[in-house]
């Protein structure tokens, strides 16, 4: 060796723990293989390599080496890159640095710390997750999606997740995928994926946009989260929801027959539009169907609350009449009267009475009459039960 620099001697210094005998036998002087040599009888094969990689520069074998290599003083753990380059002119002889890289490495272990860290969060998650460059380009799944899906990264890489949707959805989700990669916006979708056993199952799929300081898109953060029990449940409870509404439907507008061509029809709840319509459509092919003569609507248990209904219950009266049918609203209190009235009914131009049974009895009342020479016509009849 025959020059050294301040921080060689420093470096000697804290490896040696301040022994200046220790410290001299690395000085101007001294071999540098000898020293390393005697490093490698007490070390491991990477020590063994820079007395070779060292040696073979110095006999021309070599026209460079470096290394990476740690070595830890008695007051810390470091790292550092040698390197060690002929001198110029072929006189022999060589140039040999060491870098300290301690903080980079450092730097390094943090970050495959925090790799660490978020695999085994990523993987822990029963969603699906995936990351994307700020164009689509997918780089990154979590091994959720590789024992769903069955496939491998280079199947997956960029846009090969297509491989695994559904041909019927896959041009409708990419489509809409690509429109969020334009505006930046918040991606949600809802589609079937390919399980490994080939068995597609609904995904609520849902994707972030990463930004950095100055607010670019630098990447994306997808999850995909299994929906397929939660829409199974959900279709059934919607099947459920229709057969109940059927029922309702037949059971709170029933057509009941009372007597010989009398038809009642008991109202109960809201007198709304799309009810009305259901019921008068029933009654009038009811009607038709069985050459009724009366129909008597209860509004007993009917809601009356506004004109609208009011008028609806009209439009049923007429809408019998206009068959030759007769109608009769059952139900009418003196306060309910009032109600209709005021809601707008007329009811000088409709049969009332109080009760289903009482417009019964007075429809027996005109037949029995009509088969006692009253009257033999339809009209005789009407005339009578009015």
């Known amino acids: 060796m025959i020059l050294v620099n301040?921080?060689?001697?420093?470096?000697?210094?804290?490896?040696?723990?301040?022994?200046?005998?220790?410290?001299?036998?690395?000085?101007?002087g001294a071999n540098y293989l000898q020293v390393c040599g005697q490093s490698s009888s007490n070390s491991n094969g990477e020590t063994q390599s820079v007395y070779e990689g060292i040696k073979g520069v110095l006999d021309g074998a070599r026209d460079g080496f470096t290394l990476e290599y740690?070595?830890?003083?008695?007051?810390?753990?470091?790292?550092?890159?040698?390197?060690?380059?002929?001198?110029?002119?072929?006189?022999?002889?060589?140039?040999?640095?060491?870098?300290?890289?301690?903080?980079?490495?450092?730097?390094?272990?943090?970050?495959r710390e925090r790799e660490e860290l978020f695999s085994t969060l990523a993987d822990s998650i029963p969603q699906l997750a995936w990351m994307a460059d700020r164009?689509?380009?997918?780089?990154?799944y979590n091994r959720r999606w590789y024992d769903y899906t069955g496939t491998t990264f280079e199947d997956m890489q960029g846009w090969g997740w297509q491989?695994?949707?559904?041909?019927?959805?896959?041009?409708?989700?990419?489509?809409?995928?690509?429109?969020?990669?334009?505006?930046?916006?918040?991606?949600?979708?809802?589609?079937?994926?390919?399980?490994?056993?080939?068995?597609?199952?609904?995904?609520?799929?849902?994707?972030?946009?990463?930004?950095?300081?100055?607010?670019?898109?630098?990447?994306?953060?997808?999850?995909?989260t299994d929906v397929e029990e939660q829409r199974r449940v959900e279709q059934k409870l919607a099947r459920i929801?229709?057969?109940?509404?059927?029922?309702?439907?037949?059971?709170?507008?029933?057509?009941?027959?009372?007597?010989?061509?009398?038809?009642?029809?008991?109202?109960?709840?809201?007198?709304?539009?799309?009810?009305?319509?259901?019921?008068?459509?029933?009654?009038l092919e009811t009607v038709t169907r069985t050459g009724a003569r009366l129909c008597i609507i209860d509004i007993t248990a009917a809601r009356i609350v506004d004109a609208q209904a009011v008028a609806n219950l009209g439009n049923l009266?007429?809408?019998l009449k206009l068959i030759g049918a007769e109608a009769a609203v059952a139900g009418v209190t003196a306060a309910s009267a009032r109600t209709?009235?005021?809601?707008?009914?007329?009811?000088?131009?409709?049969?009332?009475h109080r009760t289903l049974a009482e417009a019964l009895a007075m429809f027996?009342?005109?037949?029995?009459?009509?088969?006692?020479?009253?009257?033999?016509?339809?009209?005789?009849?009407?005339?009578?039960?009015?």
Not at 364 to 386: C, D, E, L, M, P
């Open 6 to 28: 301040e921080a060689w001697r420093r470096f000697a210094r804290d490896n040696n723990g301040g022994a200046e005998e220790a410290i001299s036998r690395t000085d101007v």
């Open 241 to 283: 929801n229709r057969e109940r509404e059927t029922l309702l439907e037949e059971v709170s507008t029933p057509i009941v027959p009372v007597w010989r061509d009398v038809l009642a029809l008991p109202l109960i709840g809201s007198l709304d539009v799309e009810r009305m319509t259901r019921a008068t459509q029933t009654v």
């Open 317 to 319: 009266v007429s809408a």
């Open 163 to 224: 491989q695994v949707h559904d041909p019927k959805e896959v041009n409708r989700v990419t489509e809409r995928f690509k429109r969020h990669l334009i505006t930046g916006e918040f991606w949600e979708d809802i589609f079937p994926l390919r399980s490994r056993d080939g068995e597609y199952r609904w995904f609520l799929s849902r994707a972030l946009p990463i930004r950095d300081a100055e607010g670019n898109i630098v990447r994306w953060f997808g999850t995909n």
């Open 364 to 386: 027996i009342k005109s037949h029995n009459s009509k088969h006692q020479g009253t009257g033999t016509t339809r009209n005789a009849v009407s005339k009578n039960f009015r």
């Open 340 to 352: 209709l009235v005021q809601l707008g009914l007329d009811l000088s131009q409709m049969r009332t």
């Open 135 to 140: 164009e689509g380009y997918i780089f990154w």
């Open 70 to 111: 740690p070595c830890h003083s008695p007051v810390g753990e470091r790292w550092f890159l040698l390197y060690a380059n002929p001198l110029p002119g072929g006189r022999g002889g060589a140039v040999i640095s060491h870098v300290d890289i301690t903080e980079r490495k450092r730097a390094e272990a943090r970050l």
